[in-house]
């Protein structure tokens, strides 16, 4: 009898176990709107807990905000619709490459170790950071983790968000990403913007001082792109127009044809002016 009764108070924790997981995977159900967006954080802590996930980077989770901004952003990206003078001529492509020619003399010897270490042209790495931030003038204004996760909460690309969710809390465990940073719409961080997930993976110490900071270290901000062009592909002395070896390298950084095709042709600008 006794062991009848244990084994019922089993199923019955089991069955609890099985309802409460139950209930948190519907509160974690993605959203098109705001509504479910606190419901959603709610059940998304423990499993954050879970994957080790502590402290600050809880609470930096806990007061994040829906964005609105950044669903803005996201379902309007209309500039990668346009033909690719179309695309150039609203980017601003001839004052990226007259800006990014004097900053390769002003620059030269950092963006040499940089080629040398990572066998990426300058003009690649000039044209990435002026297409981006207008060389570091304007990261954005949006709170990062709350951008990263209102795209993780909504439906439209939840899982690939919930990825860079889970490598913002990271960061911000590490100490590499303040909870209060401001970026980009997406949740990009820093003067070449990149993906946190992206940070965690490529991002290195570009000038030497023993920590990475790719908000205000210049050196740090392109040596991580030239190292992230290394890990797509990037061949030394290789070409990097479309149909050459490193234009897929390029592709890597953005899916977009338009700015894959723009960046290379800014860059070879830059480098043969």
């Known amino acids: 009898m006794a062991a009848r009764a244990r084994m019922a108070g089993m199923l019955v924790g089991a069955f609890a176990a099985l309802a409460t997981a139950t ?24 499993q954050a807990s879970a994957r ?15 964005n609105q901004a950044t669903i803005r952003a996201d379902r309007g990206q209309r500039s990668f619709r346009l033909s690719l003078d179309e695309f150039m001529k609203k980017r601003g492509a001839s004052t990226i490459v007259s800006q990014g020619r004097k900053l390769r003399q002003q620059n030269a010897a950092m963006l040499d170790r940089i080629e040398q270490r990572y066998g990426v042209p300058s003009g690649v790495l ?32 939840s ?12 960061l ?39 920590r990475v900071d790719m908000v205000r270290s210049t050196a740090d901000a392109l040596a991580s792109t030239a190292n992230f062009l290394r890990g797509h592909g990037w061949r030394p002395g290789a070409g990097y127009q479309p ?26 600008q830059i480098d043969g002016g």
Not at 159 to 170: D, G, I, K, R
């Open 23 to 46: 209930g948190a995977a519907q509160a974690a159900a993605c959203g098109n709107d705001g509504g479910g967006f606190e419901s959603w954080k709610a059940s998304f802590v423990p």
């Open 52 to 66: 080790g996930i502590r402290g600050a980077a809880i609470d930096a989770l806990q007061s994040t905000r829906y």
């Open 126 to 157: 000039l044209a990435i950071w002026g297409m981006e931030t207008g060389f570091g003038r304007f990261l954005g204004d949006q709170h990062t983790l709350s951008a990263v996760a209102t795209l993780a909460y909504d439906c439209r690309r």
């Open 159 to 170: 899982e690939f968000f919930t990825n860079q969710l889970y490598a913002a809390l990271e």
């Open 172 to 210: 911000i465990q590490r100490g590499m990403l303040n909870p209060a940073a401001k970026g980009a719409a997406h949740g990009e961080i820093g003067q070449t913007q990149f993906l946190p997930a992206n940070v965690l993976r490529y991002a290195v110490d570009g000038d030497g001082d023993g």
């Open 243 to 268: 149909g050459q070896p490193n234009f897929a390298a390029i592709q890597g950084w953005n899916a977009a044809g338009v700015y894959q095709q723009a960046i290379a042709i800014m860059g070879a």
